[in-house]
């Protein structure tokens, strides 16, 4: 293990640990179980982060503590239970999130001072507390990688914010790298659009539509600046160029809407339901936004839209896996690692 220069420290001085790169990934979080309590516990660290809901804490926060965390916590515990990982007894997203870590760093083995470790922005492990043991492990330089590959301030800056935050309480800092979004990236489209190939080419029917479905955003927070909106259909459109797909066959759609207040459109399930009624009735749903599967992607798309799809009339109905820890997935992650590793390793 590196160490710090020892020429000028005192005898008594504990040791250094230093000159090791460390790598973090970050995804968004899930509860430590199902139960009423650790549900209620997620919801409410990410329910109440300023960049997740804007609105005023005097108006907010009776909503919240008042109506919120004391009626969906059962039912999204439901949900979880539904999709849970019981033999690790964790969320699919934690499971495919530590296995994303681990394959990378398998990838990246040949770097001997580097070290990748992985974190949630709301749970655990914590960004905090992954941060700590990239600095005992000698890490006094740090790349952080929110897993988005559409920048929004709720997701990529919203990890960013608790990076910073962790450092402001630092006296010896890392130098400090962040990973930029990556919708663009030719490694991320071309990984999306085998996986959707591959996909599509086990089934026995052809999809009419294939709908590629994101985690929405307030409208409000567009009109502010955030370039989510833009990110989004400028992923969509290079993955109708690589599939050679045009506008009605690969349609963008917005998913997850919560409260009252107009979101990013045309919603996903309103979709569904308008294809099947049109007369679509073989439809594929992708979810780009998200690099790891989830309640959104397993149990929102794959059961709630299905149901949706199904009653509206339509037949077929098929979810596409997100990239997950597939090679493609990791061909993504080992990519933009190595890019923005340059002069460091």
Known sequence: MPQADTAFRPSDHPPIRSGRVG???VNLGTPDGTDRRSVRRYL???LSDRRVVETSRLIWYPVLYGIILNTRPARKGRDYASIWNKERNESPLRTTTR???EKLAARLAGHAPLVVDWAMRYGRPSIAERLAALRQAGCDRVLVFPLYPQYAAATTATVNDKVF???LGQRWQPALRTVPPYYDDPAYID???RSIEAHLAGLDWRPEVLLASFHGIPQSYFAKGDPYYCHCHKTVRLLRDRLGMDETRLRLTYQSRF???EWLQPYTAETVAALARSGVRDLAVVTPGFVADCLETIEEIGVENADIFRAAGGQR???IDCLNDSDDGLDVLEAVVRRELSGWI
Do not use: H, K, M, Y
């Open 23 to 25: 790598v973090l990934i």
């Open 317 to 319: 109905f098929t979810r």
């Open 99 to 101: 296995a994303q870590a």
């Open 44 to 46: 409410a660290e990410f």
């Open 259 to 261: 409260g009252p207040e």
């Open 165 to 167: 935050e962790d450092l």
């Open 191 to 193: 990984a999306l659009a």
